[in-house]
């Protein structure tokens, strides 16, 4: 059966809005992903269309090095494994690499043989797309960046960005 391979940028959300989380303030990556956990089902909301909840601090081992992917879903819609790492601060270059030893490891051991490669999202609190670029570009699996927002953007600020965006749009011939 022939079946349509849907692209994981265009799936998953960006940025993810949480501010059903409560998290104010300075806060670790535990209670981020304890307060994710006990919000499941508005996170999967969130994320999108037809995401179940596989896994939480899911161990895998490499060589003699225990490591801990923070979240797993499996996309019905993308018919994948869907790693998350989530980050408090801003996206790195060595949160790519991170992400690619977990979907290596996660295409070879745990995804099945009628399944899509596995996709990686780094949901980090500040996206810098420059760096995500070159961290990202010519990985052979697909890893992605997303921001998280505790709080939607006041008025001012959502119609600033909506004018940017209008202005880049029609400067590009769109």
């Not at 993810?16 to 806060?27: A, D, M, R, S, T």
């Not at 979240?71 to 869907?82: G, H, I, N, T, Y």
């Not at 008025?155 to 965006?165: H, V």
Request: glycine letters at 6%; one cysteine or more; a negative charge.
């Amino acid at each position: 059966m022939y079946r349509r391979r849907l692209d994981p940028e265009t799936e998953i959300r960006d940025p993810f809005v949480l501010e059903f989380l409560g998290l104010e303030g300075e806060y670790e990556e535990s209670d981020l992903e304890n307060a994710l956990i006990r919000e499941i089902e508005k996170l999967l909301l969130e994320m999108g269309n037809d995401f179940t909840f596989v896994a939480r601090q899911k161990r895998l081992r490499i060589g003699t090095t225990w490591y801990k992917i923070d979240l797993l879903f499996f996309s019905r819609k993308l018919q994948c494994l869907v790693v998350v790492d989530l980050k408090i601060g801003k996206f790195t270059h060595a949160d790519a690499g991170q992400m690619n030893l977990y979907l290596n490891y996660a295409r070879e051991h745990w995804a099945l043989p009628h399944e899509n490669p596995p996709v990686g999202l780094v949901l980090c609190s500040e996206h810098d797309s420059a760096v995500a670029h070159y961290a990202l570009e010519g990985l052979a699996n697909k890893v992605m960046t997303r921001e998280y927002k505790l709080a939607l953007p006041d008025e001012k600020s959502l119609a600033r960005r909506l004018e940017q965006t209008r202005l880049r749009l029609l400067g590009s011939g769109r």
